[in-house]
């Protein structure tokens, strides 16, 4: 009877580990035989799927081992398929901005996180899309209170910026306030936020409570030099316009209030010498403010954000800008699966300006005026959890008055769907 | 006197460096009674051995192991290929021991009419494509679901055993563990939730028979109710020092004894 067992572990082992690692994971009917025929014990039975399931685990990392300390490789990678169909009007002009009907790709993201033991690791990320890199950083953890990081990585600034990843983002895009304080400056844009080179640390406590703190290269970017781009980001050389590190700073509490509720704040704060004014590389420094908290109600999540900045000689040579908005955002899931979403967004630009594309993305151009608010109403359907998920909403936009403060309206609206993959 | 505090200070610190501390997370099936249990009764014969047991779910034991932040994971399930493939690439080999078979009973109601559920009818209750006692023979009525959270091993044991693996109805309610289940059960007639063997026979609730099987020691060990299920200890490879001995102690026959004196299923 021994030899028999030995005999069809043998065989059984054997004919898995042959096959690959696909196989030895669906084994569990063939184990629960054996189990069943009295061949091995339950106990037996466990270690051998155990067993089974290392060996699909490891066969992997086996092919594609690293460096001699590499004692781990990750691969991950995001699809954002999008769907946009946007019109508009701006009152008494001429012609209405032009309007889309187009699939895009919105992110291909590749990334690899190598593992080297002793608390180091290291990040890279890819976005095929874009053409340029989401991350590329040296980690040293030394426990969960303190992370620390070298190289190029997003900014710690914001509840939607920062703390919300592109794949969990409940209204496709993040919201037009957001998108006019991080996004880059284009005369109308602040540009503080996103990616940056520098030194990062943070960590989180038992108690709750979490910090991030960073110093980095004051301009905002996320462009390769492999594209040809000149913009010294990557490469680190400095102009007059941003030779002074910027600094920025996040702290946030989370707690629960029972097993399936929950709430969270925080505040960020981001100093940018030199990237204020209207034209960069005069001297003028940006500063800029974010508020945010999540309350979760079990099916319920009521989120919303704060921004508030402070722009030298943001709209002239005389005057500063201080431009402020607001996001928030009810959401409720049916099911595991279904979910329903509201999006207010506001943004003031305190006589700076903003175009409807510099909030909405992916719509139409035009419309620069001095304040602006998106309304977003959609649903998301979670086939596998975030990772296999379909979204759509219906976005509408309006900017109101000029900069000066005469009377101007536009409006552009529109549907938004993307299907998105993580892995 | 000088020599009198050294004395003291010295056995002081004998004595710390021989307190050993054991941390074990995991499965609150397994760590709101039945481990803590073990660990009084094994503190009785190792008087210098402390425990820290933090009973919030399967994954939280299996990932604890994966981050070295405990020395036993308690877990109601296997672990799964994401968190074996975690594990090693974190360089720890999960090894799994079974330390008792459980039953996931489905609890009604004491003044519920319905005392015979087949196994589709458990399934449809829990996905909500049933939605009134009437459907099944009882009283006319909405049903009320309480499930686990998704941090336990048993609501993604049942998931598998009792509902096709399919998703659990939107209006269920989600609760910490086995003792709050029965309690809102017990207090709700139109209440249906489960739970594990050591938490079914309490008052104001009483357990459904599926098709014809009741929870039990017998027909968990003859397979013949089919919601049983092993429960198990996950260590880092072979556990080490004072772990080990108490996953002996477990498996010993006076660890056995206290396994069935909880409600569960001996392995033996």
Redesign the interface.
């Known amino acids: 009877m021994f030899h028999l067992k030995l005999k069809w572990l043998a065989l059984l082992g054997g004919a898995l580990i042959a096959t690959g690692s696909a196989l030895a994971q669906d084994s569990g009917p063939l184990v629960d035989l054996l189990v069943k025929k009295g061949i091995v014990t339950d106990q037996e039975a466990e270690e051998l799927r155990a067993d089974l399931g290392r060996e699909a685990a490891s066969g992997v990392l086996a092919t594609i081992d690293g460096g001699k300390s590499t004692v781990g490789l990750v691969f991950t990678g995001r699809i954002q398929v999008q769907y946009n169909n946007f019109s508009g009007s701006i009152d008494g002009a001429a012609a209405n901005p032009v309007a889309l009907s187009h699939f895009i790709l919105r992110r291909i993201y590749f990334g690899v996180k190598a593992d080297l033991g002793a608390g180091w690791s290291s990040t890279l990320n890819y976005d095929f899309a874009s053409l340029s890199f989401d991350a590329a950083f040296i980690s040293w953890k030394k426990d969960d209170t303190l992370i620390t990081d070298i190289g190029f990585k997003k900014v710690p600034i914001g509840l939607e910026e920062w703390e919300t990843s592109s794949g969990s983002l409940k209204a496709i895009e993040r919201s037009p306030i957001t998108r006019y304080f991080v996004e880059g400056n284009n005369g109308r844009r602040l540009g503080a936020g996103s990616y940056r080179l520098g030194v990062f640390a943070g960590g989180a406590f038992a108690n709750g409570v979490s910090y991030n703190v960073a110093v980095t290269n004051p301009e905002r970017d996320e462009f390769s030099t492999l594209t040809g781009n000149s913009d010294p980001g990557v490469q680190g050389s400095g102009t007059a316009a941003n030779n002074n590190f910027a600094y920025w700073a996040n702290v946030g509490y989370k707690a629960k209030l029972n097993e399936s509720s929950s709430y969270h704040f925080g505040g960020s704060v981001g100093f940018l010498p030199d990237q204020g004014g209207l034209v960069l590389g005069k001297g003028d420094n940006l500063t800029v403010y974010s508020v945010y908290g999540v309350l979760n109600l079990s099916s319920f999540e009521l989120a919303g954000e704060y921004w508030a900045g402070d722009n030298q000689h943001g709209v002239s040579a005389t005057r500063d800008a201080k431009p402020t908005g607001y996001w928030i955002q009810p959401s409720f899931k049916f099911t595991e699966k279904i979910e329903g979403v509201v999006r207010y967004s506001y943004v003031d630009s305190d006589g700076r300006g903003v175009n409807i594309s510099d909030g909405t993305r992916v719509s139409v151009s035009g419309g620069t005026m001095n304040t602006m608010d998106e309304w977003y109403v959609g649903g998301n359907y979670y086939f596998r959890g975030n990772d296999v998920k379909l979204q759509f909403g219906y976005v509408i936009t309006e900017s109101h008055d000029t900069v000066t403060g005469a009377f101007a309206h536009a409006r552009a609206e529109g549907v938004r769907s993307q299907m998105q993959v993580n892995f | 006197m000088k020599k009198f505090t050294f004395l003291l200070a010295a056995l002081a610190v004998t004595a710390s460096l021989h307190a050993q501390k054991l941390v074990i997370k995991g499965s609150d099936t397994l760590g709101a009674k039945l481990v803590p249990t073990l660990a009084e009764e094994y503190k009785a014969t190792h008087p210098g051995v402390s425990f820290e047991i933090a009973a919030e779910g399967s994954t939280t034991g299996i990932a604890a192991i994966t981050d070295g932040t405990a020395q036993i994971g308690m877990s109601s399930r ?2 799964k ?1 994401t968190e ?2 975690a594990a ?4 720890v ?6 330390v008792a078979y459980d039953g996931i009973a489905v609890v009604l109601n004491a003044n519920n009419p319905v005392t015979i559920l087949t196994k589709r009818q458990v399934e449809q209750i829990f996905a ?1 494509d049933i939605t009134d006692w009437s459907a099944v023979g009882g009283t006319p009525g909405a049903i009320s679901i309480y499930t686990r ?1 998704t941090s336990s091993g048993t609501y993604s044991d049942f998931k598998d055993l009792a509902m096709k693996k399919r ?4 209006s269920s309610q ?3 563990g086995n003792e709050q289940i029965v309690a809102e059960v017990a207090k709700n007639p139109s209440g249906i939730g489960y739970c594990g063997l050591a938490y079914m026979n309490e008052p104001g609730v009483k357990v459904a028979s599926i098709e014809g099987t009741l929870p039990s020691k017998a027909s968990v060990l003859a397979k013949k109710y089919p919601y049983a299920r ?1 429960t ?1 200890y996950y260590t880092n490879g072979d556990p080490q020092g004072e772990a080990a001995k108490f996953v002996d102690f477990t498996l010993s026959d006076a660890g056995q004894k206290i396994v069935s004196q909880i409600g569960f299923v001996s ?1 033996r």
């Open positions: 296997r672990a290929p074996l493939s090693s690439a974190k360089g080999t999960m090894k799994p021991t079974i909500g959270n998703d659990y109805a939107g989600k609760m910490a092993p198990f392995i």
